[in-house]
């Protein structure tokens, strides 16, 4: 049947040096929400790749000795663009990736133009040091330079945001890229492709290789002439791409998973806390990263809070991910699906109780909808914090609630995972909210609030959830070489 209609479905090309080539080999790629194959992505291996680094490295004397300010603009003329197309982007992204088209519109698209008019400023603003020794005659200062071709991989759940979040600052400090997006989310980045050249980004400065991550991606991370990889994904691959770029001992930056705590204490106001954590738990079906999934509730509110939290959670509605009041869209593949049920199959078979959602509540699907990857927001009890539920990332829409009693004890518990990416606390005591927060063990903390963020501050994980931080000073540490140079007068 896929042959019958192929004649409609999007072709995906490579983008090198400046060109859309295509490909010898395609991959299929599936509409979530309707479980179709729609668009065929380029199956991209060494040779691609290959000629991919060739064009960066040609492109790279010329694009690092502009100015930063001729750069910078060059970035802004890029956001404009993509900003111009903000609806075509959102569509795009929410067909490819089952998010909701509310969520498309008002948080990946926007957030992939912010990600090139930040750094697009704050390439402007950077100093580096300098240091005196007169009793020596010397004078110290650090000057920084790009690496060179950069390599890029992005996940699929927040497609051309993370995919941008890389590009820019990569660029910006005057390297060019070789970017390898999701074999499953490529639609934007090819779309964004389309735009550089309007933009001035000169060809080879960004070039794009479609494909899996078994071929394409370790064609990349294994190249010799990619001296840095930036990567986000899941902590597995990070281990992988640690192995095969040891050889080259390249620069890596690794944001990786998570299993996110949220600590509810009995001073919290409940009618601000319940709302954010439905929403830290469940926005994008649960597939970011960032997403709270233990949650840690003091026992004098803990069956109110349930109560209350289930009630809330109830009020998202699951369907069709282009109509606008639907708030769960599809999960990005049938197998994830099937992953994310099975968590909550074993949590019921350790005898947790599943407060509503999957295999509690009726699931009704429009026609067109009933193939796609759809399942209810989850809400899940009585689970122990050795259960798989407690410990491993699920990555949808589950979330567990538990009791616990003391500071002291929330604080170990929450620490016990091998994760170490953000966290959430909720109280009203100015002086718990920080002693909390600095005994967690992650890379985030945020009090009384969920997902606000400041690009210039640093972003990133502790222990399994990554190595490196990126940010307005962070990346750009990340994608420039330092040197110091000593001058004797
Ligand atoms: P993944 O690790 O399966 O894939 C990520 C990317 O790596 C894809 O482009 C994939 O093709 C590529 N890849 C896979 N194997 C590779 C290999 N051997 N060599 C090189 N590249 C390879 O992750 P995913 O399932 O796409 O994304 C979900 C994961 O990403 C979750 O664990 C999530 O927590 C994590 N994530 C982390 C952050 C963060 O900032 N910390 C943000 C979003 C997602």
């Known amino acids: 049947p896929a042959m019958a209609h192929s004649k409609a479905l999007l072709v995906l090309e ?64 890029l956001a404009d663009l993509i900003e111009h197309d903000l609806e075509a982007f959102a569509q795009a992204e929410s067909k490819d990736q089952g998010k909701t088209i509310t969520f498309a519109r008002t948080v990946d698209i926007p957030r992939a133009v912010h990600n090139f008019r930040f750094f697009a ?3 402007l603003h950077h100093v580096t040091e300098c240091t005196e020794m007169p009793t020596m005659g010397c004078v110290h200062y650090t000057s920084r330079a790009p690496v060179g071709v950069a390599g890029l991989i992005s996940p699929w759940n927040l497609p051309l945001y993370l995919l941008t979040w890389k590009i820019a600052p990569a660029i910006a400090c005057g390297n060019t890229v070789v970017a390898k997006p999701s074999e499953m989310t490529s639609v934007t980045a090819w779309m964004m492709c389309k735009l550089l050249d ?10 794009v290789v479609f494909g899996t991550g078994a071929k394409a991606g370790e064609a990349l991370v294994c190249h010799p002439a990619v001296p840095l990889i930036s990567f986000t ?23 990786l998973g998570g299993k996110n705590p949220a600590i509810v204490f009995d001073d919290a106001d409940l009618g601000h806390c319940i709302p954010t954590t439905v929403r830290s738990s469940f926005a994008n079906q649960g597939e970011i990263c960032l997403c709270t999934s233990r949650i840690f509730v003091q026992r004098g509110i803990y069956s109110e809070f349930l109560k209350r939290f289930v009630e809330e959670t109830k009020k998202w509605k699951t369907g069709n991910p282009s109509d606008p009041s639907i708030n769960v869209g599809a999960l990005i593949s049938k197998e994830h699906l099937e992953k994310v049920r099975n968590y909550v199959k074993k949590a019921q078979a350790e005898g947790a109780r599943v407060l509503c959602g999957e295999g509690v509540d009726p699931l009704a699907l429009p026609p067109g909808n009933q193939k796609g990857y759809f399942m209810l927001p989850t809400v899940i009890a009585e689970v122990k914090d050795e259960s798989c539920c407690m410990q491993e990332e699920i990555f949808g829409p589950v979330t567990c609630v538990v009791p616990f009693d003391t500071e002291e004890e929330v604080i170990r518990r929450a620490n016990s995972v091998k994760y170490g990416l953000a966290a959430t606390v909720w109280s009203s005591n100015v002086g718990r909210v920080h002693r909390v927060a600095h005994r967690l063990q992650s890379g985030l903390v945020w009090t009384n609030c969920w997902l606000v963020r400041d690009l210039n501050l640093p972003f990133g994980g502790m222990k399994a959830s990554g190595i490196g931080r990126e940010g307005a000073k962070d990346s750009y540490e990340f994608f420039t070489e330092v040197k110091t140079i000593t001058i004797k007068h």
């Open 14 to 77: 490579n983008f090198i040096g400046g060109k859309f080539v295509p490909c010898s080999s395609y991959i299929d790629s599936y509409n979530p929400s309707t479980g179709d194959v729609y668009c065929r992505v380029p199956d991209s291996g060494k040779e691609e790749v290959e000629a991919a680094v060739k064009a960066a490295k040609e492109a790279f004397p010329i694009w690092s000795s502009k100015s930063p300010l001729e750069r910078s603009q060059i970035l802004n003329k």
């Open 121 to 123: 400023s704050s390439i």
């Open 198 to 207: 309007k933009a001035g980004v000169p060809p080879g400065v960004v070039n």
């Open 233 to 255: 994904g899941s902590t597995l691959t990070a281990q992988r791409i640690t192995e095969k770029s040891a050889p080259h001992c390249k620069r890596l930056s690794l944001e």
